[in-house]
């Protein structure tokens, strides 16, 4: 194939920008707002861009630590070029450059699930958008804290500690502030407290025309304990005199049943599912060691990994022990049966905490005993998935 890859320059970057507004059919805002902070990768034919994508090197919290990640997004290829592989080896391209910058994990968010499936990623959860009357907002929840209008910055550790109790959210960089501002000019945030406290819930919201009006857009719902969500939600239904509808954002919302326990008729709020965010692991070794985890478990598991092409398995011990594991390749006695065996994507699913029984891991085909994939979920199943930022 007669294609380089470089990294790009401003004049390539801006060449790239004018191919993403056509292989995607409108613009891509974030090819110029992220550009400044992004390893930019392109694909060059006879030194004209055909291809590229960029990569934020932002840590995410699994296990509660943050651990070396890159965010991958605005990837594509000009459309005369497509059905030649050449999205394959940029994404290798891609990958290559952020582990060399000490990434053990990529993330992306794409439409083409079964396709970045095949290069070694897998979806942890899925992911919703949820419409929701305002009035019902308003009936659902009682007013019993202090609302503080402030600055992303001033909350930016409240936010940490609060992701921290998920597994996915980006431990979110200086310049997160500023492009978030440049994406939503009119976004506002503001922090929730019980009198006399410190604050203990962050919410950003901002408001978008629609063809019947506005809506209240949300953007960040962060709540350390239910009377906080109570409060949240009780202030968005405050605006029921201005917006008819809150939309809580695909990022906008944690998993689980915040949102519909607190509604009085679950019938006034409309999903809408979205295209999934998706996780490779790219040094299983190091980013095991780098996670946290539980601090009561202490368990030795053989695994069995399957490499990208399924032409074989490597072995694997897994050690977990006083907070801390080991992957040590190798390490079980020769002729030993491997206690679990998984593919690429399904060890990245696994670190996410994605599989929540055996009978899920079992049906997304990890092979096992019950009791054991029972051990191994429990090392990763006590945060849910989250991702809580889009790119």
Same mark, same amino acid.
């Not at 500023?178 to 945030?189: A, V």
């Given at each position: 194939m007669d294609v380089e890859f470089a990294e790009a320059d401003d004049a390539q970057w801006a060449e790239y920008d004018a191919l993403a507004r056509r292989a995607y059919g409108q613009p891509v805002p974030d090819v110029t707002h992220l550009g400044p902070y992004a390893d930019r990768r392109v694909a060059l034919r006879r030194g004209r861009v055909v291809a590229g994508g960029m990569a934020v090197l932002v840590p995410q919290w699994f296990g509660g630590r943050p651990v070396p990640a890159a965010s991958m997004g605005c990837g594509c290829v000009a459309p005369e070029e497509r059905g030649g592989r050449l999205a394959a080896l940029l994404a290798q391209e891609r990958v290559r450059a952020v582990q060399e910058q000490g990434a053990v994990l990529a993330t992306l968010w794409t439409a083409s699930n079964g396709y970045v499936r095949r290069l070694g990623w897998d979806a942890p959860a899925q992911v919703f958008s949820w419409a929701v009357p305002t009035a019902a907002l308003k009936q659902a929840a009682t007013d019993t804290m202090e609302i503080t209008h402030s600055d992303t910055a001033q909350l930016a550790d409240?936010?940490? @500690?609060?992701? *921290? @109790?998920?597994?996915? /959210?980006?431990?979110? /960089? %200086?310049?997160? *502030?500023?492009? &978030? &501002? +440049?994406?939503?000019?009119?976004? +506002?945030?503001? %922090?929730? %407290?019980? @009198? *006399? @406290? +410190? /604050?203990?819930g962050v919410l950003a919201t901002a408001t978008q025309r629609t063809p019947g009006g506005r809506q209240l857009v949300v953007h960040d719902f962060w709540a350390a304990d239910a009377p906080t969500a109570d409060a949240m939600l009780a202030f968005l239904g405050r605006h029921h005199g201005r917006v008819p509808t809150v939309m809580f954002e695909r990022t906008g919302l944690p998993p689980g049943p915040v949102l519909q326990q607190r509604l009085a008729s679950v019938g006034t709020a409309t999903a809408k599912a979205w295209h999934p965010w998706m996780l490779r692991v790219l040094d299983p070794v190091r980013a095991v060691e780098l996670r946290g985890w539980p601090g009561h478990l202490d368990d030795e598991i053989v695994l069995d990994l399957a490499d990208l092409e399924g032409a074989g398995f490597s072995r694997h011990t897994l050690s977990i022990g006083a907070g801390s594991a080991r992957l040590t390749p190798g390490g079980a006695q020769r002729g030993r049966t491997a206690d679990v065996t998984l593919t690429m994507g399904q060890f990245s699913l696994w670190y996410a905490g994605g599989y929540r029984s055996p009978a899920t891991a079992a049906l997304a085909g990890l092979r096992g005993e019950e009791d054991v994939l029972a051990r191994l979920l429990a090392a990763t199943a006590d945060r849910e998935p989250w991702l809580a930022d889009y790119f």
């Open positions: 409240l936010r940490d @500690r609060l992701a *921290g @109790r998920w597994n996915g /959210p980006w431990q979110r /960089p %200086a310049w997160w *502030g500023t492009w &978030q &501002q +440049e994406r939503h000019p009119d976004l +506002e945030t503001y %922090a929730f %407290a019980s @009198r *006399g @406290r +410190e /604050p203990s």
